[in-house]
């Protein structure tokens, strides 16, 4: 039973550029939510998706979107970056009307310089 | 609004001993609480959720106990082993009702000497 799994594991892009991460939900879970994780802090949520739709957010700007797929896998796309925005972006998966169990992918480590 | 916080920060142990690792929240309307572990630089690994209803849960060496009215949680290690050194961090959804985001704490880096 494959997990959650994130794609690509690095990445490096400059300032103002534009990045996409990717993420497959762990079999069964239909639910996808996102977090960034600075060094040395919690995870901040960003968003959640449900049935191809944004449910929920944090208190992230809009350069942050996102979008699922109806196989359930989504993706996180991130514009006109920042510094700031450097950190690991984690993707957690859980089952509706389950117990609401969160599980997570390995990250994607982003870098901006 | 929702915070989590953790104490201590940080912890070093012999190998072999007990531990325990806690967890504050501010409202005690919660719909469940959940303890992860997370290497360095990897994500993270659910370890125990504990629903409102439930006192304790128990996985292995590992037992979390909820007290939802004092706002707090305990997750105890017991017989303590290198291979438990991680950042173990707690969280829960904001409010009472069943919610996929999670607030979490910013977690105790738990190192054990051998």
């Known amino acids: 039973d494959a997990g959650v799994t994130q794609s690509p594991t690095h990445l490096i892009k400059t300032r103002g550029q534009q990045v996409t991460l990717r993420c497959s939900p762990k079999?069964?879970?239909?639910?996808v939510s996102w977090y960034q994780q600075a060094l040395g802090q919690g995870p901040q949520f960003i968003f959640q998706y449900y049935e191809e739709e944004e449910r929920q957010r944090g208190n992230f700007p809009d350069r942050f979107s996102g979008h699922q797929f109806p196989n359930y896998s989504s993706e996180l796309n991130v514009n006109a970056l920042l510094l700031g925005d450097s950190a690991l972006y984690l993707c957690?998966?859980?089952?509706?009307?389950?117990?609401?169990?969160?599980?997570f992918g390995p990250g994607t480590r982003l870098t901006v310089t | 609004k929702q915070e989590v916080t953790q104490i201590p920060a940080a912890l070093s142990v012999p190998e072999g001993e007990n531990l325990v690792l806690n967890c504050s929240f501010t409202?005690?309307?919660?719909?469940?609480l959940q303890w992860f572990r997370q290497d360095p630089g990897k994500g993270l690994t659910s370890l125990l959720l504990?629903?409102?209803?439930?006192r304790e849960q128990t996985s292995g060496r590992l037992n979390a106990s909820l007290d939802k009215s004092s706002g707090r949680s305990t997750l105890y290690i017991a017989a303590s082993q290198p291979g438990d050194s991680a950042t173990y961090l707690c969280a829960v959804p904001p409010g009472g009702g069943a919610t996929n985001k999670l607030i979490f704490g910013t977690g105790t880096l738990l190192a054990v000497q051998p």
């Open positions: 957690a998966s859980s089952r509706t009307g389950g117990s609401h169990e969160q599980y």
């Open positions: 504990i629903q409102s209803s439930q």
């Open positions: 079999s069964g879970h239909d639910t």
């Open positions: 409202d005690s309307a919660i719909y469940n």
